[in-house]
């Protein structure tokens, strides 16, 4: 998290320490597809605050991770990103940056929906397929987090003061 410009871990990962294999391999797919990513670092960020952005709780500590990381990339904030990127049209996106979060949107949100021409307008723009792959995982991998995050809370062990 330090490496991506975040000052602390979020909860939820926090919570998966419960179960060690999960951890495990959720960080193993953060270091690989993320910070070892071939998509430029810009793009995955974005994907990643977008996705965040968009499944997350108010308060969430994934979202202040995100906008953190947003922040030290000189990026625009992660509510923001998901406004101009959802719903859009990607076939009329002539930019690779706005199609990029037009598509992470739409992973995140409505991933069944994603068509070839869509793929293809983005290859077009200059995306590679392993490139587009790794812009992929990680939309998915920060929804899915930004989706069990509440989860994790309800479930914490609550502390009781003086007891």
């Known amino acids: 998290f330090k490496r991506l410009g975040a000052p602390g871990v979020p909860n939820v990962f926090k919570w998966l320490c419960r179960s060690p294999v999960v951890l495990e391999g959720v960080l ?28 997350a709780v108010p308060g969430s500590g994934l979202s202040k991770a995100v906008d953190q990381w947003l922040l030290h990339g000189s990026l625009p904030d992660s509510n923001t ?30 991933a069944y929906t994603i068509t070839d021409e869509q793929i293809r307008t983005i290859s077009a723009l200059g995306l590679s397929d392993p490139e587009l792959l790794d812009l992929t995982l990680a939309t998915a991998l920060f929804s899915a987090l930004a989706i069990i995050e509440p989860i994790s809370a309800a479930v914490a062990p609550i502390s009781i003061i003086g007891g």
């Open 81 to 110: 990103l998901c406004t101009g990127a959802a719903p859009s049209d990607i076939a009329s996106d002539s930019s690779l940056v706005l199609a990029c979060r037009g598509y992470s949107w739409q992973v995140a949100n409505a």
């Open 28 to 55: 193993e797919m953060l270091e690989v597809n993320v910070t070892s990513a071939g998509v430029r670092v810009d793009l995955l960020k974005e994907a990643a605050a977008v996705a965040v952005a968009s499944r």
